[in-house]
């Protein structure tokens, strides 16, 4: 059974390593966005430093949000979605593979630059260690809850737009505890609460949004 | 097993004429209740000491803020057993309850305002029990534009129960990481909803508005549900011998 | 509402052709029979069973090709045959999907990228698959258009091996393509 999701996530692997600019594009986005805050509010170092953890965690959240269309969006218009839904596998893997090779290319890279950025808002090491460690933890939730939307908006009208209405509001945890746990640290408290949330977070998404995104997409193909 | 047909009452057809003789009652039901409620609330519940007469605001706030949460899970609920039994009249009820939840929600949020600006001096607080009103507001608007964006009806009903029931599920999370995030920024701060020590009475007018406003709800979802089902079930024969259709 | 009325049993050797006009549903008829699409009033059974309670079964013994390719123009040609193969059947050896291509004419393509074959390739590497399947129920959406006149005859032949073999095919037209099968039946939609 896991040589499905096998199949399916090197498949995708492989088309996004086809396409190395669309992956290249997010990181793009991410590094615009976060390096538009400093220009429109202060670059005081310790101005910056305050708001460092939001503004990092809201333009992951941006980014995240910007690349979902394409994780069903293209298999949805030239038939390969019609083909997987009608194999005798179990669609809830096939689409957890899809997400997983969603996140891999185009959230992980975001994750391993955001320290770089960090260091431009003036985060210490530890402050950006957690910056790291909190998005590696919260990112993959975003994108399994991030697939329901791209789901439940393939061929709706407006879907971008649309899909971030749907998707913000229940980012909303995974921002405060991810975000909160960089200014914990950066206050010099613990920061095991906000990571045990962002893990609870994380399974209760694991467990729940394939099935829920198998739903989906059985729904929007009739 | 009493053998009552209980899905009798789930045919749109039958549902129609029984709603149509429903809706006038709770509506006086819900005018009444709220006359009562709105004098006891402005007229014999005592100034409060601490808030003055702004306190008042409560009686709209309050139950706004109840009927917002209860309806959104009333709406998944429905869109849920729409969803799981195929019922047609479920879906419609979701549908139905979706912007009344909506006006609820933006009525807590409005009154809340209202009551912030004499006690807080400011018109937005970033309040937890405000700022998961503004949440659910955006949770129901999620609702309604992804209802609208999808053209067949169907379809619609089954895409919007998913993100219903993904919403509801979502909601006491987001409530206890809403929470969370206040009590680490701001410390405690006066809830609208804590008035101290209340009196008897201010307790019997916001039961009295919180009875009116469901009595409100019902009704208009219950008309809701009847134009949804005029407009989807238009080429039924039953619906054109209606003589309000024929007339 | 597109059709009403409507009951076909299919045994192996049978042959159903799908005939009517554009837009009278002969593509939602398929999508149905796939599982696709649920309808309205009625239900498809495979083995007696309906497909919607025991769907692993049948989708094990199916392959329904749409209008739509399902191909990824960023992959070769064997990998976008390899994926299709291992989303029904598991692995697949490499040695078969050069037969396959073989007998579509297209051995020459095996590693170029799907991206840059015309519309007639692509549409024969879709039917590849049709060589590669062990599936004994085929859905067939409109397999002839956009295919010359030697490939059709070999589509012919190979529809025709499948129904000796025992298996069953249903597919849309709009123009009659006669397969020499023994059982055929037709249905129009109105």
């Known amino acids: 059974m896991m040589a499905i999701f096998f199949a399916v996530l090197q498949r995708d692997l492989r088309l996004a390593w086809r396409k190395p600019a669309e992956a290249a594009t997010g990181v793009m986005f991410f590094i615009i966005v976060a390096s538009l805050f400093p220009l429109a509010v202060n670059p005081d170092p310790v101005v910056l430093r305050g708001f460092a953890p939001g503004v990092l965690w809201v333009s992951v959240l941006l980014a995240c949000l910007l690349s979902l269309p394409r994780v069903f969006a293209l298999d949805y218009v030239d038939g390969a979605l019609e083909q997987i839904m009608i194999a005798p596998q179990p669609l809830s893997l096939i689409v957890l593979a899809k997400v997983a090779a969603h996140w891999l290319t185009a959230t992980l890279p975001i994750v391993l630059l955001s320290p770089l950025l960090g260091m431009l808002y003036g985060l210490d090491s530890h402050g950006l260690i957690v910056l790291a460690g909190s998005l590696l933890l919260g990112t993959p939730t975003l994108s399994l809850l991030g697939g329901i939307g791209a789901a439940l908006t393939l061929g709706a009208r407006g879907g971008g737009v649309l899909l971030s209405v749907l998707v913000l509001p229940l980012y909303i945890p995974v921002l405060i505890f991810g975000a909160g746990a960089v200014v914990a640290s950066q206050a010099g408290l613990g920061v095991q609460a906000h990571f045990s949330l962002l893990g609870a977070c994380f399974l209760l998404s694991f467990v729940l949004a394939p099935w829920a995104i198998a739903a989906a997409l059985k729904i929007v193909m009739e | 097993m009493t053998g009552i047909n209980w899905f009798k009452y789930a045919a749109p057809q039958t549902f129609f004429h029984l709603s149509g003789k429903w809706i006038p009652v709770l509506g006086w039901i819900a005018f009444f209740l709220a006359i009562a409620g709105l004098y006891i609330g402005f007229f014999i519940a005592p100034t409060d000491f601490q808030q003055g007469e702004a306190y008042r605001i409560i009686f709209i706030h309050v139950p706004a803020a109840w009927m917002s949460m209860v309806i959104y899970l009333a709406m998944a609920f429905w869109a849920a057993i729409g969803l799981v039994f195929n019922t047609r009249l479920s879906a419609m009820m979701a549908l139905a309850l979706a912007p009344t939840g909506a006006l609820f929600t933006a009525l807590a949020l409005i009154t809340g305002s209202f009551w912030g600006k004499p006690t807080w001096g400011t018109w937005w607080v970033w309040d937890a029990r405000l700022t998961s009103e503004l949440i659910l507001l955006f949770l129901y608007v999620g609702f309604i534009a992804l209802h609208a964006s999808i053209d067949n009806p169907q379809r619609a009903d089954r895409a919007a129960a998913i993100i219903a029931i993904v919403g509801a599920l979502n909601v006491p999370i987001i409530y206890f990481s809403v929470q969370w995030w206040n009590t680490l920024h701001q410390g405690a701060s006066i809830n609208v909803a804590s008035a101290p020590k209340m009196a008897v009475t201010m307790l019997i007018g916001m039961l009295v508005m919180t009875l009116a406003s469901w009595a409100y709800s019902v009704a208009v979802a219950l008309f809701r549900v009847r134009c949804i089902i005029l407009e989807r079930e238009r080429h039924a024969a039953w619906v054109n011998d209606l003589k309000e259709v024929k007339s | ?190």
């Open chain 3, 1 to 190: 509402m597109l059709f009403t009325d409507l009951a076909f049993t299919l045994s192996p050797g049978d042959l159903l052709y799908v005939t009517g006009e554009n837009g009278a549903g002969k593509s939602s008829l398929l999508r149905i029979l796939a599982g696709l699409l649920t309808p309205e009033d009625g239900e498809v059974l495979w083995d007696g069973a309906d497909i919607r309670g025991h769907g692993v079964q049948y989708r094990q013994s199916l392959l329904f090709l749409s209008h739509l390719n399902g191909l990824k123009d960023d992959l070769s040609v064997a990998e976008n045959l390899s994926f299709a193969v291992r989303l029904t059947e598991g692995s697949v050896q490499p040695e078969r999907i050069a037969q396959a291509l073989n007998a579509v004419n297209l051995q020459p393509y095996l590693n170029e990228r799907v991206g840059g074959l015309s519309q007639g390739q692509r549409r024969r590497v879709t039917l590849a698959r049709l060589w590669l399947s062990r599936a004994r129920v085929w859905l067939l959406d409109e397999p002839f258009v956009a295919l010359d006149a030697a490939s059709v005859e070999i589509l012919k032949g190979r529809i025709l091996q499948h129904l000796q073999d025992g298996g069953m095919t249903v597919l849309t037209t709009h123009q009659e393509v006669a397969i020499p099968a023994e059982r055929v039946h037709r249905l129009k939609i109105a």
